[in-house]
């Protein structure tokens, strides 16, 4: 077996495994409008979606998920490079969004979120009177 060994990432593993992870890690994200809505993905490989929670509490989302360890309890690793534990991360929302409406969806270790823009946000058109409408209130 061919290994590459980086003793930076080796002495981080192994201050996790002696001390506990108590700092959550993030996620990586994508953001960006398409017509009426903000799409937002989230990379969360290997993540069981039962396991995610997402709460929104005055305009912030909050996206939290879990990933543990696919070894046996008892088992030797012999390489653990894919980070587990907790995974969070949080978005200011505006208040041009509606969260009342938001969609989620996993597929494929992505974490999709659809935020449509709330309706008072959306352009509008505003009807302009002519001069005459005007005159014709002040007789």
Known sequence: MLMRTDPFRDL??????VFGSTRPSA????????GDEFVVHFDLPGIDPESIELDVERNVLSVRAERKSPAPEGSELVVAERPTGTFTRQLFLGDTLDTERIEA??????????????????????????GDSRKQLNS
């Open 105 to 130: 969806a996993y597929e494929a270790g992505v974490l999709t979120l659809r935020i449509p823009v709330a309706e008072q946000a959306k352009p509008r058109r505003i009807q302009i009177t002519g």
């Open 12 to 17: 981080d593993r192994l201050a996790q495994q």
């Open 27 to 34: 996620m990586a994200m994508d953001a960006y409008r398409s």
